[in-house]
């Protein structure tokens, strides 16, 4: 399936995407696409509807977060080979985790803002991982079995904030608007392998990011598992999983957004974003 929400920020409704890419609502009774509404009983119940038998959506809604108020919002930094090489930084031995603010999470296609003071706004498309059962301390060879999908994430850095102003990352990585999630939430049974798929991103149509999953140093395994050990995932935690190479730091000379550009990305049967760059109010 794939499940998205719908409507004006703050009062998104559940959907569904049809066979013929047209959306469904959901009935309201389901509650909104957040926690146990992720789990395996949660989507058995939204699998049992028959997708004709729903509304349909006219027009050509906004699209919200296809997660609705992700407890978590995890990251992997520095997680493909090329990547790594192009910041000049070794491969990490052990994954490298920081997190985003839920004032990051917005809908796909909804506006960035560039904060205020901001030099060095950069854009990196990424793997999101969603929970959909409670994992603690699992291992790699059953990890997966706690994933209830997947989407396309724009982990929006500011670097100056995050490499150049001390402290963690995290300062540089959570600011307002910077998590767009979606289109929408693919469940797992709909991904073959997410170790095989293709993810890109354009700024004002010229592409910088062309890569493919397989470049992970650490899979989605490796992280889950990983993570499960420091910290209990629960069902609609967001895990974002690194970016590959291409990344605005890594351009010679380096290039960094600015108000008024457009950044297109997507990843292969997850949909697409796309995001207008705005200066800060």
Not at 64 to 88: D, M
Not at 146 to 163: F, P, T
Not at 175 to 204: K, R, S
Not at 249 to 267: A, E, N
Request: hydrophobic share 35%; glycine share 12%; charged share 25%.
């Amino acid at each position: 399936m794939k499940l998205l929400r719908y409507g004006e920020p703050g009062r998104e409704r559940a959907g569904l995407l049809d066979a013929d890419g047209r959306i469904r609502a959901l009935p309201e009774a389901l509650g909104d696409l957040a926690a146990e509404r992720l789990s395996p009983a949660g989507l058995a119940e939204i699998a049992a509807l028959d997708p004709a038998s729903l509304p349909l959506v006219e027009g050509e809604p906004r699209l919200g977060s296809c997660v609705a108020r992700p407890g978590k919002f995890i990251c992997i930094g520095l997680n493909y080979r090329l990547h790594a090489a192009e910041s000049n930084l070794p491969i990490p031995a052990e994954p490298v985790v920081f997190g985003k603010w839920s004032s990051a999470v917005v809908g796909p296609n909804d506006d960035v803002e560039i904060p205020r003071g901001s030099e060095k706004t950069d854009w990196e498309v990424e793997l999101g991982v969603v929970i959909g059962t409670r994992a603690r301390y699992v291992d790699q060879a059953s990890a997966l079995d706690h994933v209830a999908g997947y989407c396309v994430i724009n982990d929006v850095s500011e670097r100056a904030y995050q490499l150049e102003r001390g402290g963690t990352w995290d300062k540089g990585k959570g600011c307002d608007t910077f998590g767009p999630t979606g289109p929408w939430l693919v469940t797992a049974d709909e991904v073959a392998d997410p170790q095989a798929l293709h993810l890109w991103l354009e700024v004002d149509g010229h592409r910088y990011q062309d890569g493919n999953t397989s470049d992970m140093i650490f899979t989605v395994a490796e992280i889950v598992s990983y993570l499960s050990q420091f910290c209990t995932l629960e069902p609609g935690d967001i895990i974002s999983t690194g970016t590959p190479k291409g990344v605005g730091m890594g351009q010679k000379p380096q290039t960094y957004l600015r108000p008024g550009q457009t950044v297109r990305l997507g990843i292969e049967g997850l949909g697409e974003q796309t995001q207008r760059f705005v200066a800060a109010a």
